[in-house]
């Protein structure tokens, strides 16, 4: 819990700094994007918003499994992301999930995408996708390209409906969804598996029996004649 907790605690400071710098420039609210590329009244920009991040969190959550099932590169990826989740258990992966999504979307897509202009929706996805370079190896690369299409997808949600609702669930529910796919899901193949004849375990060889005479023998050998 003390490993958990203390990312938790980053993750509120993260929220709460961004929330402060949003005030401090008179940026508004960060959980509302200030021109929307839609025509929503308030209640509709956040239901349609919920509705899109629900729909891309499944469809994220799908397509996850179905690439570690079947491509090498994202296999290796789950791989090397496994270790994230040791020392997590479910009350910690639903509090990091949470935590961690509030603290990101205020920080890219609710401060940085309308600070950064008209090219505020792939910059910050850019950005976003960057921050995710915590492994080592190809996967780097590969987790900051994924998190970059991710990022940008939930800023042009954030764009298209105003209300960050939206990115908010599907950020925390494929966070907390795919945490716990890391921690169930091992990749490496299980040895010895198949037993019988199909197993890697190999039967010892039996030695052969000494017979009489043989100097190995602990039986005297005959007299000669």
């Known amino acids: ?20 710098v949003g005030h401090g420039f008179d940026r508004g609210s960060l959980f509302q994007y200030r021109e929307p590329w839609l025509p929503l009244s308030g209640v509709e ?5 919920s509705l899109l991040g629900a729909a891309f969190a499944g469809a994220v959550v799908v397509g996850t499994r179905a690439l ?13 992301l496994r270790p994230m989740t040791e020392g997590l258990d479910a009350a910690g992966i639903a509090v990091i999930a949470a935590l961690s999504s509030l603290a990101e979307e205020l920080v ?23 921050a995710h370079a915590q492994l080592s190896g190809p996967s780097r690369w590969v987790w900051v390209a994924w998190a970059s ?15 960050l609702l939206g990115p908010l669930l599907a950020h925390a529910l494929v966070n907390g969804l795919n945490l716990l796919y890391l921690q169930s899901h091992d990749t490496a193949p299980p040895r010895n598996s198949l ?17 009489v005479g043989d100097r190995r023998s602990p039986l005297p050998a005959g007299r000669r004649a």
Do not use: I
């Open 1 to 20: 819990m003390f490993r958990w907790g203390r990312a938790s605690v980053a993750y509120a400071l993260v929220a709460l700094g961004a929330l402060a």
């Open 45 to 49: 920009a956040h239901a349609f918003s």
């Open 68 to 80: 570690v099932e079947s491509t090498s590169w994202a296999k290796a990826l789950h791989r090397d």
């Open 108 to 130: 890219f897509r609710g401060l940085l995408m309308p600070w950064l202009g008209t090219w505020g929706v792939w910059l910050q996805a850019v950005l976003f996708g960057l």
């Open 149 to 163: 299409v991710v990022g940008l997808v939930l800023g042009a949600m954030f764009g298209l409906t105003g209300s």
């Open 195 to 211: 037993g019988g004849l199909l197993s890697d375990r190999r039967s010892p060889v039996p030695e052969p029996r000494p017979g």
